[in-house]
């Protein structure tokens, strides 16, 4: 079976660096599925889980935004942060989750909301990845 | 001549001291390996992110963004990044030196500038002088992670997409090596130097060039900011290194002068004794 290698890098350094089948993510406008042979693509990602695939089996992992460079034997994802499933402290994403959502129950006008918004986001996407 | 105990106790604090700033040396020296290994982990990613904008860029002249041009300047924003705590030789002053030499030379009033200060010496350099600051940073770790400074350098490209500020610059020590360090005056944005990267290949873009950019630019600026300041933070750590090795040096002098002088002095005093034994038995005869 043909692999692609994966990469994830964060500013803090490499996550994540394997070969897969296949690798799966949502992008801004859809998800999007990407096989060996791939032709050379951006993509901005979405706070998501990207799910890779390899003998039956499948790996997630946590990217916060970022994007996604396509080559046809390589996969890079740039993102400010990610997490692969086995790394994420799921205790401290369950108290940014309630934090965020306090936030916006709130309405408090001095709340940013978009930024609330995005870390919630961010503490569900851990904690999904987290329990799959 | 100072006495015997005197110039002891001399030597003891001098060795003391000498302890001290050996330790900080050593200290330095493992922060500084440990900060250049996260400059290195850090370079992959911005090769990879100016990559891709480059490919755009150049793949694509009729692109546009705001932060890619330049508009008539206003108000200048100035990133400085300092350390918290002196003890780093010209480390801090350089970089204040710096800061208060360009606001001198280019604004004349306070509406035309703002500091964002990382690190307690910037911030209280700025408070002292009566400088505008739109943003501080203190307590920051010898190691950063980018979480750390997310918000501060999302705030800064923020303040520059929203107009308040027409430009931002950063000041900081770059990292030459281990001896050397050298105030660097970066503009951030509008972002100006990413043609210099050779574009290697062309791709297809999801959903066009410009969400792409959207995305990227921003992101961009802010690992801008992030790779300078572990840049500074590894200069900060051999400025460190190399002004307590100094003072280490300083203090082994010393300590060879005053030893020199107590043993002087301890001769001194024994031939006196001879002296006055010799010159009262000389008496009695």
């Keep these: 079976m043909k692999t692609l290698t994966v990469s994830v890098v964060t500013p803090d350094g490499q996550v994540l660096e394997d070969d897969y089948e296949m690798l799966s993510c949502k992008a801004e ?21 990207v799910r890779l ?4 089996e499948e790996d997630l992992v946590a990217v916060n935004g970022g994007f996604l460079e396509v080559r046809p034997d390589k ?9 692969k499933a086995s790394d994420i402290d799921v205790d401290r994403a369950e108290r940014a989750k309630e934090r965020a959502a306090q936030l916006l129950e709130s309405n408090n006008p001095d709340t940013d909301v978009m930024r609330a918004k995005l870390a919630l986001n961010r503490a569900m996407n851990r904690i999904n990845v987290a329990k799959n | 001549m100072a006495s015997l105990k005197d110039i002891q106790d001399r030597i003891n604090s001098t060795s003391k001291t ?3 700033t050996k330790a900080m040396e050593m200290v330095s020296a493992s922060k500084l390996s440990k900060a250049e290994e996260n400059a290195k982990r850090y ?22 963004h705001p932060m890619l041009q330049r508009r008539e300047v206003k108000k200048t924003g100035y990133i400085i990044v300092t350390a918290d705590s002196g003890l780093a030789g010209a480390y801090n002053s350089n970089v204040l030196r710096k800061l208060y030499q360009t606001v001198e030379e280019r604004h ?11 690190g307690r010496m910037g911030v209280d350099f700025c408070r002292k002088r009566n400088m505008p600051v739109a943003d501080t940073v203190i307590g920051l770790q010898d190691q950063p992670k980018y979480a750390e400074i997310k918000a501060i350098a999302s705030n800064a490209v923020q303040m520059y997409e929203n107009e308040e500020i027409d430009e931002l610059i950063i000041i900081y020590n770059q990292f030459v090596s281990a001896i050397s360090q050298v105030v660097q005056t970066n503009t951030l944005v509008p972002i100006s130097n990413i043609d210099s990267v ?8 999801e959903p066009s060039e410009e969400q792409i950019l959207k995305v990227l630019l921003p992101q961009y600026a802010e690992s801008l900011i992030y790779g300078a300041l572990l840049e500074a933070k590894a200069s900060e750590h051999a400025a460190r290194m190399t002004a307590m090795k100094s003072a280490t040096d300083n203090a082994d002098d010393l300590i060879d002068e005053l030893t020199l002088s107590f043993n002087r002095a301890r001769q001194a005093a024994i031939t006196q004794e001879i002296t006055e034994i010799v010159g009262g038995a000389a008496a009695l005869e």
């Design chain 1, 29 to 49: 406008n859809g998800e999007l599925g990407i096989l060996p042979g791939h032709i050379p693509l951006v993509a901005p990602l979405t706070i998501n889980a």
């Design chain 1, 53 to 56: 695939k390899r003998n039956n």
């Design chain 1, 75 to 83: 996969v890079t994802i740039l993102a400010e942060s990610a997490e």
């Design chain 2, 18 to 20: 000498k302890q001290i």
């Design chain 2, 43 to 64: 370079s992959f990613y911005s090769n990879k992110i100016q990559e891709v904008i480059a490919n755009i860029a150049s793949n694509n002249t009729d692109v546009t």
């Design chain 2, 108 to 118: 004349t009033s306070t509406d035309e500038y703002t500091v964002i200060a990382i």
């Design chain 2, 198 to 205: 050779k574009a290697t290949s062309s791709y297809e873009y």
